[in-house]
């Protein structure tokens, strides 16, 4: 119930598209395969789009859970690790 309650779902947003871009997040989408980049980009825009006119998407067109997949993560932990690494090598 509360992945609805969240309410990015009703303007087409996956959870992936509401983290907050920090220097990790924004390291990650670099490293997005140019359609899932895409993709990200025309989510974002349409739920602006959405937002601005104060207005959902029809039900049917709302993201579902089981279809939220999280395609950041992976590259996220990718750059997460490697940042860690890093910072163990320079405290050496």
């Known amino acids: 119930w509360y992945y609805n309650a969240a309410g990015f779902n009703k303007l087409g ?5 509401t983290l907050h871009e920090d220097d ?9 395969p140019e359609h899932l980049y895409s993709a990200r980009v025309f989510r ?3 739920a602006l789009d959405l937002s601005l006119k104060h207005q ?6 709302w993201m579902k859970y089981e279809e ?5 993560e992976p ?6 690790r490697e940042r860690q690494e890093r ?3 320079n405290r050496k």
């Open 24 to 32: 990790d997040v924004k390291e990650a989408l670099k490293r997005l």
């Open 44 to 46: 974002i825009k349409r």
């Open 56 to 61: 959902i998407l029809p039900k049917d067109q």
């Open 75 to 80: 590259y996220l932990k990718e750059v997460i």
């Open 68 to 72: 939220d997949h999280p395609y950041l």
């Open 13 to 17: 947003l996956m959870r992936d598209d």
């Open 87 to 89: 910072e163990a090598w």
